[in-house]
């Protein structure tokens, strides 16, 4: 597996340096959902309960990759149609503790579903947030899966996250894997993630040389990826008692470490691969000495990235320790060097490390018009696929028939479904939806009442002729000031017209053809 570079991010902050002063990390069962997506039934796969897919997402359709030798949650995956459905995004939905955040992690092998040579370029979102392009053409020509990570606090109860076509996608989008773990309130805490998110670009275990290791080396879960084990690689000749640094990394990443036994500069091209420039990131890197350093720090180092001063004199430990940046601008290719210190006596030495891209959040639109949408969905019987997530947001991809504001607060300021093929009832919480400017329902199949909408005082045309809707027409509607259209022809509507509608010169209401049992105004 591999991970791709990610996207731009904010400005860089000041570096901090903290020891080993949280408590020791106890092991445990790993929390969290994760998703084999497109799988009808549940596994256990090296001790990990995998989930089938069915009770967190209801859009796209199952596929099946032929080949023998893949891990089982990549025999699946869910696909999404494209036609007519560019910058229409489709979620899962998995509830969550709002108050906490989230490592999110996304897998992707395409084993040739949609008939394509080369799989599809798309989207993936998460809330309202454009986390970054899904681009898997070099790791799937060499038979790799790609999997994305990312730290990300809901904005509400349920955490989304989608997949959608963009401008260059030609086929299906697609997904294996998804695992959402709550991560514990010190982990990577200098972010303020009611601001930001992290997408991760590298994580790596330094000086080691075996297959990519997770759980239960990581009790979240994180993937550690090998690296440099060309370049001085050193095992620790004792076992550390490394315990309770910041973001808690697994013991195991001390056991190997890149070093230099002379006292000289150590340089590494790290992260590997040419960054995009005007990208800012947060950097963590973990290190554990196995001799105690003493007064005369003869075990201090120096470090700069790109030849910028990171970190002077730090005095490696046996407990171990972490520097981190919370942003850090890098651009092109990234030279990390570890430099002894004036008057130190030993080479440097590194762990491992981690590297986000700090992304801007993207925003919520306001929770009362969101918990509105998701009753107005429910109460349709066969609402648009795409109609999961946040409803106006990223902005590209708002809901089909959705219009939204932008600003402070994120409304939602009219709703067109005319000719969707919607069953089902209107929900009365549509009335919620108090910056609703058009409501076109028409030309559907929709059943039950018109709701009381005296609350929509910006409201100015309701369409929902040729539909089945019975009832009254609420007098209500008369006191709406804004009101301008009223299109109610071709359903089973009884009782009176009430006299405030026709008494408006400045309305267009139409009640006939059709409602045969209702009693015109006198």
């Given at each position: ?87 229409k995004k489709f979620c899962y939905e998995i ?111 330094f000086g080691y040389d075996g297959p990519v ?270 009101l301008r259209e009223v299109f109610l022809q ?33």
């Amino acid at each position: 597996m591999s991970t791709l570079l990610p996207l731009p991010a904010m400005i860089p902050t000041r570096l901090l340096l903290l020891f080993a002063l949280l408590p020791i990390c106890l092991c445990q069962s790993l929390q969290g959902v994760l998703i084999d997506c497109g799988a009808d039934v549940g596994s256990v796969i090296n001790g990990l309960e995998w989930l089938p897919d069915s009770g967190y997402i209801s859009a796209g359709s199952s596929k099946v990759i032929v080949r023998e030798d893949l891990v089982q949650t990549l025999f699946t995956v869910r696909s999404f149609p494209l036609s007519n459905n560019v910058f229409k995004k489709f979620c899962y939905e998995i509830p969550v503790d709002r108050t906490k955040k989230y490592l999110v992690r996304t897998t992707y092998y395409y084993g040739g579903v949609n008939g394509n040579t080369n799989p599809p370029v798309f989207d993936q979102i998460v809330d309202g947030t454009l986390w970054r392009v899904v681009n898997t053409t070099e790791d799937y020509l060499r038979q790799e899966a790609s999997y994305y990570e990312g730290v990300f606090m809901p904005t509400g109860k349920n955490l989304s996250v989608c997949v959608a076509g963009n401008t260059y996608t030609d086929s299906d989008p697609f997904i294996s894997a998804l695992e959402i773990v709550p991560l514990w309130d010190q982990l990577y805490n200098s972010t303020d993630f009611r601001a930001h998110a992290l997408s991760l670009v590298a994580r790596h275990s330094f000086g080691y040389d075996g297959p990519v290791f997770g759980y239960p080396d990581d009790q979240f879960n994180r993937y550690w990826q090998p690296f440099g084990a060309d370049a001085f690689p050193l095992s620790n000749p004792q076992e550390l008692a490394v315990s309770g640094i910041w973001n808690l990394p697994p013991q195991k990443v001390f056991h190997t470490r890149l070093s230099k036994s002379l006292v000289e500069p150590l340089t590494l091209n790290w992260p590997p691969g040419p960054l995009p420039g005007g990208v800012n990131y947060s950097i963590a890197l973990y290190f554990a000495d196995d001799h105690a350093s003493d007064s005369n720090n003869s075990r201090a180092m120096d470090i700069t990235i790109n030849g910028v001063p990171y970190y002077r004199n730090l005095i490696r430990t046996p407990v171990g320790l972490v520097v981190f940046s919370s942003q850090w601008p890098l651009a092109g290719i990234t030279n990390l060097t570890l430099s002894p210190a004036p008057g130190s006596t030993a080479g440097p030495l590194i762990n491992a490390g981690e590297v986000y891209q700090v992304l801007p959040s993207g925003g919520k639109t306001l929770a009362r018009d969101v918990i509105a949408m998701i009753d107005l969905r429910n109460h349709f019987h066969n609402a648009p696929a795409d109609w999961s997530g946040d409803p106006c947001l990223p902005s590209r991809y708002t809901w089909t028939g959705v219009t939204c504001s932008y600003g402070p607060r994120i409304r939602i300021l009219s709703l067109n479904l005319t000719s969707m093929g919607l069953a089902g009832l209107i929900s009365p919480r549509i009335s919620r939806l108090t910056a609703l400017s058009s409501i076109l329902l028409g030309n559907n199949s929709l059943i039950g009442t018109i709701p009381d909408l005296s609350s929509l005082k910006a409201l100015q045309n309701l369409h929902l002729q040729d539909n089945r809707l019975g009832g009254i027409i609420p007098p209500s509607l008369g006191t709406l000031q804004n009101l301008r259209e009223v299109f109610l022809q071709n359903n089973n509507l009884t009782g009176q017209v009430p006299p405030n509608l026709t008494g408006k010169e400045e309305l267009a209401l139409r009640y006939t053809p059709g409602n045969p049992l209702l009693i015109p105004p006198p």
